[in-house]
């Protein structure tokens, strides 16, 4: 180990109170701290921050971290301030006084950590304020806002090639979670980046548990969901529309959830307020389209649910990846059905772009439907997306209880021959409940109001449930092999490849609707949902007890003291760390010093008071040890 590195990892557990790098934390930290430039590919949550935070104590002078999210940088200096390190910020929101005390501070060398908002660092007055000051770094976090082909472009990060030229001795790291090959390229290029050492991280969670189900009724399911697994938990429900957005909330409201609701017809004051409330308070459930998630870095979020399926395989990545960025066990939920497929097929067939992009997003909508309905497991396939290669997980549905597969070959003949004979008397074609009343021999108005009950497929397909059926239908639309015709009142109809299944030419094996999955599911995953479970994971599998009184007293000290500093709950105490001491039960503060998260500054300032409430909260449980 070299001088630096032993040095950056006496910060990292002085400072931080963690007792290894992460990945390739080591690494690049010591490559920045010895003057290097570097690219940084890490997925979110992979524990970017500290790749310029350390950097920035190890070197003489104060490190400019550049942000364009200003949420996230008031929270990451409120974090870090209670960790002990001089931080602070500059952005829109310092008043004049403030604005000139931080300067003032620049100055006299008394910052370790200076954010800065792109557009207030491209001032004249805050280059000539940096010109004035020791630099020990830049930082240019969510780097990819260069790249003018990405949907973060920020054109102010243009400017910021300035700063090679301004200060080629400084040592600059840019950061993101953003993958692809191009963008990678732009973002050297863009900032002018001296030969620098890219450094890419695996991209997989290994803490978040993919999972997708067949949608029956969406609310109930998440209602579920969140009853059995996530009672009291925070977590990001996402929502296709603004309508059901609000509804999904309000009805996760009546039965007890502490739910809210935030979308771009919000009035702006009322989402701030929302974003706040999650981001501070433990246990509030957002549900939300699209628009929420950029910039939070809420350590805590122990699920993301998807009650409509996002456009691809990236978003989805990018909204599932908000969950358990503290490395415990999350869940990543989604259900979804036909009429979802239908309904993002339309979006795209109605858009008046071009058919290039027209053709690009049907693909990227099919990589996805095929993550949905794959019997693999589900990791594989979505790091096989991203380009890389991996065994199967064992934390995916389909690796926990794996689906059947069965050929489906005659089902689906009996199917598309049913479509075929119920429209071609009238020339009317009929929508999927229609075609499976027939094929179940279900005698209902429609069906004896077309005479369906005399068609030959009338009652042939009895053996195979409605939902089973459903199940048929929409694996065999995401092949193409039907075609739900939006034009026409969602009507099925056959397509030119539906030709080779009905003759025999093309045979057919399909993923069987679990019957009765859930209920056997439900035990493991109840299990696994533990404190001890999630402290296993985060602690190299070690699974000793904790004692809930302990737990439950730290989280109310903690909501306090958040309160009292107005930061949020996690930038006082992680989770894990108030887990740890409720397992250890520390008596001294040599005990305190092991735990994961507590560095010196915290010890300093909480240290006795931790041990006073596992001393009184353990007392009465824990006499018997
Ligand atoms: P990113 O910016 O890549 O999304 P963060 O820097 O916010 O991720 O880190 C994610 C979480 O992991 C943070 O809560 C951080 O404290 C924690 N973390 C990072 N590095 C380590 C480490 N070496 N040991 C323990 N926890 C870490
Ligand atoms: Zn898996």
């Known amino acids: 180990m070299t001088d630096v590195t032993a040095h950056a990892a006496r910060i990292l557990r002085e400072v931080f109170g963690y007792s290894s790098f992460r990945g390739q934390q080591a690494e690049i930290i010591t490559h920045v701290a010895t003057g290097g430039d570097a690219l940084v590919l890490m997925p979110t949550g992979g524990g970017k921050s500290l790749c310029y935070q350390i950097p920035s104590l190890v070197r003489r002078g104060v490190g400019v971290v550049v942000s364009p999210l200003i949420a996230l940088m008031q929270d990451q200096v409120a974090a870090l301030r209670e960790a002990g390190v001089r931080a602070a910020y ?20 008394e910052l370790d950590i200076l954010y800065v908002a792109p557009e207030r660092l ?10 004035a000051a020791e630099l020990a770094l830049f930082a240019i976090d969510e780097a990819h806002c260069v790249s003018q082909w990405g949907h973060d472009f920020r054109p102010e990060y243009l400017r910021l090639a300035v700063l090679a030229e301004r200060y080629p001795n400084v040592p600059r790291i840019a950061l993101t979670a953003t993958a692809d090959e191009l963008t990678r390229k732009e973002i050297v290029a863009r900032l002018a980046l001296a030969s620098p ?5 695996s991209f997989d969670r290994p803490n978040i548990r993919y999972r997708i189900s067949e949608k029956d009724n969406a609310r109930r399911q998440l209602l579920q969901f969140i009853r059995e697994e996530h009672a009291g938990d925070s977590g990001i429900v996402y929502c296709f529309t603004r309508n059901s957005v609000d509804e999904t909330a309000e009805f996760l409201r009546q039965n007890g959830i502490d739910a809210l609701a935030y979308h771009a017809d919000k009035e702006h004051g009322t989402r701030e307020e929302h974003q706040s409330r999650f981001i501070r308070d433990d246990g509030v459930v957002m549900v939300a389209t699209i628009a929420f998630g950029m910039g939070i870095n809420k350590p805590d979020v122990r699920f993301v649910a998807h009650l409509d399926l996002p456009k691809s395989i990236e978003s989805y990545y990018q909204e599932t990846g908000r969950a358990g960025r503290d490395g415990l066990p999350a869940d990543a939920w989604m259900v979804y059905g036909l009429a979802d497929v239908v309904q ?16 690009i997003s049907t693909a990227k909508l099919d990589a996805l ?14 790091l096989a997306y991203f380009g890389e290669a991996s065994s199967p997980c064992g934390n995916c549905d389909n690796c926990l209880s794996p689906p059947e597969e069965w050929d489906a070959t005659e089902a689906a003949q009996k199917l598309m021959s049913c479509i075929y004979r119920c429209e071609r008397p009238s020339g009317i074609a009929f929508g999927a409940q229609h075609i499976i009343d027939v094929l179940r021999g279900q005698r209902t108005a429609k069906v004896l109001q077309y005479g369906h009950d005399e ?23 995401m092949l193409k092999l039907l075609r739900v015709d939006h034009e026409s009142f969602n009507v099925l109809r056959l397509t030119a490849a539906s030709r080779d299944v009905l003759t025999g030419r093309r045979s057919l094996r399909l ?19 533990s404190p001890e479970a999630l402290a296993g994971v985060a602690n190299g599998g070690t699974t000793a007890p904790h004692s809930e009184p302990v737990f439950q007293a730290l989280r109310e000290w903690r909501r306090n003291v958040a309160r009292e500093h107005g930061v949020p709950a996690y930038t006082v105490f992680h989770d894990s760390t108030l887990l740890e001491v409720s397992r250890v039960l520390p008596r001294t503060l040599d005990d305190l010093r092991g735990v994961s998260g507590i560095g010196a500054t915290k010890l300093d300032r909480y240290g006795e008071r931790l041990l006073e409430i596992v001393r009184s909260a353990a007392a009465p449980a824990g006499a018997g040890g």
């Open 90 to 109: 500059l952005n829109s929101t310092n008043s004049w006084a403030d604005a000139q005390a931080i300067e003032r501070q620049v100055r006299a060398g």
């Open 122 to 131: 491209m001032t004249e007055r805050c280059l000539a304020l940096l010109d």
């Open 197 to 201: 050492r890219v450094f890419i991280s």
């Open 344 to 359: 993002q097929r339309r979006l795209i067939d109605q858009s008046t772009a071009g058919e290039e992009y027209k053709r």
């Open 369 to 382: 439907l095929g993550l949905c309905e794959t019997i693999e497991c589900r990791r594989v396939q979505l």
């Open 455 to 477: 068609v030959s497929t009338f009652g042939i397909g009895a053996d195979i449930s409605a939902a089973q059926w459903r199940s048929v239908i929409r694996q065999l639309v």
């Open 511 to 529: 993923r069987r609707l679990p019957e009765r999955a859930a209920r056997e599911r439900k035990g493991r995953r109840t299990a696994n949902r």
